[in-house]
């Protein structure tokens, strides 16, 4: 199966390591390495991912990060982590992965059928 | 799962404008189409620095050198975000920047044109922009996830860019005759390169219709350039400048200017590395990337030292 799956180039995410070993042919010993950039746009939200870029240690990314993609105040902190870090879940394993969820709509307040006149719930 | 279970997988999923992922199994020649756009997308964007780099020095006032100024670095901006969105794709950004340097990849012919008079930097935010915003609005519903993130950043950013432009060319329109003679004669220079931006008509671009399966493309080379002719040729009304197309005529039928005859040997011989600063191009990059490896070599030597450094620490620590 695994000859059909085109699995030996890297993702959004991760898998730098895989993706070379696999393929062997991508070269990337002299670049700066890889990393991915996370941003909170205000106080009071989560961390976004924002997208990538190459530094040769954290301190640059960071600054990399703020020219790159917090030119008109898009942000006010950034996370930034190199790429090979960050591990992704398999998109060929999402139908089992989440199969689980799939049959618990019990889970949704919408399920429960409670008379109208109900309120405040 | 079999090579042909994955592409009824893969077809579903773009017909119902389902995004694909990095990750996600995509065809060879989605993967190599993606590639090869993207990455000629960004190196436009990276070279495209270079004809208004030319005039940053030289902003007739302040304001005018800070807007241009920061256009220039948002350019630069929107080069590296098509760049990692290649990567995703699985090609580095090394082998990308060999293709430009050695000539394998293509940019945008429009920067092989010079900027020869303070007007041009009106003329190609107002035209230029203005002709790739009309390229990129609909690459924002592009199929490819990377890509289409990419293209909303660099859309949202855009439209100060084709504003800037225009305002330089009404100040110019409305000033001194010099002045106004100065914006029509970047109007006429910039004009039929700007049009031939959207590339070949559709009948010669072999690649649209799988393009458009695909989804990558939403509008053909024809539609975009005829919706760019439309709004560009009423904006020129507005400031008293005169489009440099003796046989552009609005066609009640159709709803859309007719428009002159577009000089595609000229297009073709600048596409392959004739026109005016084609040389000059390619040398700036080139001299930037080797002039450059000392940095690139020096920052990854002292990251690897202070990492050497504190790992030292940490084990006499222990
Ligand atoms: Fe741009
Ligand atoms: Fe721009």
Redesign the interface.
């Given at each position: 199966?695994n000859q059909?799956?085109?699995?030996?180039?890297?993702?959004?995410y991760g898998d730098k390591e895989q993706?070379t070993g696999a393929?062997g042919t991508?070269?990337?010993a002299?670049?700066?390495p890889?990393w991915e950039v996370f941003i909170r746009s205000k106080a009071g939200l989560d961390h976004k991912h924002a997208?990538?870029?190459?530094a040769?240690?954290a301190k640059?990314a960071v600054e990399n990060a703020r020219?790159?993609y917090t030119?008109?105040m898009e942000g006010v902190s950034i996370w930034v982590v190199e790429s090979k870090y960050v591990h992704?879940s398999?998109?060929?394993e999402a139908a089992s992965m989440y199969e689980p969820a799939n049959d618990k709509v019990y889970r949704h307040p919408t399920f429960y059928n409670l008379p109208d006149e109900l309120t405040h719930m | 799962m079999t090579v042909h279970s994955f592409q009824e997988h893969f077809d579903a999923k773009i017909d119902s404008e389902v995004m694909i992922e990095p990750r996600d199994w995509m065809p060879d020649d989605y993967r190599k189409t993606l590639i090869r756009q993207i990455s000629q997308h960004a190196h436009s964007e990276i070279v495209g620095m270079l004809p208004e780099g030319n005039w940053i020095t030289r902003a007739p006032s302040l304001r005018r050198k800070a807007v241009l100024l920061a256009k220039v670095q948002d350019e630069g901006g929107h080069g590296l975000y098509l760049y990692s969105a290649a990567e995703t794709l699985g090609i580095t950004r090394d082998e990308m920047y060999d293709q430009l340097h050695t000539g394998k990849a293509k940019y945008s012919s429009i920067f092989n044109y010079p900027t020869i008079t303070w007007a041009d930097m009106g003329a190609i935010g107002w035209l230029v922009d203005g002709a790739a915003i009309m390229n990129q609005v609909p690459l924002c519903r592009t199929s490819y996830g990377p890509y289409a993130r990419a293209m909303v950043r660099v859309c949202k950013e855009e439209s100060f860019h084709q504003r800037q432009g225009f305002e330089i060319m009404m100040t110019l329109a409305n000033g001194t005759d010099i002045q106004k003679k100065m914006a029509q004669d970047a109007l006429n220079r910039w004009w039929w390169p700007s049009i031939m931006m959207f590339g070949p008509n559709d009948a010669d671009s072999p690649h649209t219709a799988q393009s458009m399966r695909w989804r990558i493309k939403r509008f053909t080379n024809d539609e975009l350039r005829q919706k760019f002719i439309d709004v560009t040729v009423e904006q020129a009304k507005l400031i008293g400048l005169t489009v440099p197309d003796p046989d552009l005529k609005w066609n009640q039928e159709r709803g859309h200017y007719d428009f002159g005859p577009i000089n595609w040997d000229e297009f073709w011989n600048v596409v392959k590395g004739n026109g005016p600063c084609n040389k000059e191009r390619l040398e700036a990059r080139k001299n930037a990337w080797e002039n450059g490896a000392w940095v690139r070599d020096a920052a990854m030597a002292y990251s690897e030292k202070r990492k050497a450094r504190k790992e030292n620490k940490e084990t006499k620590a222990a």
């Open positions: 199966m059909f799956i085109n699995k030996n180039l890297y993702g959004d993706a393929s991508h070269n990337t002299n670049e700066w890889l997208g990538s870029l190459h040769a240690d640059m020219d790159v030119r008109r992704a398999d998109p060929f | -």
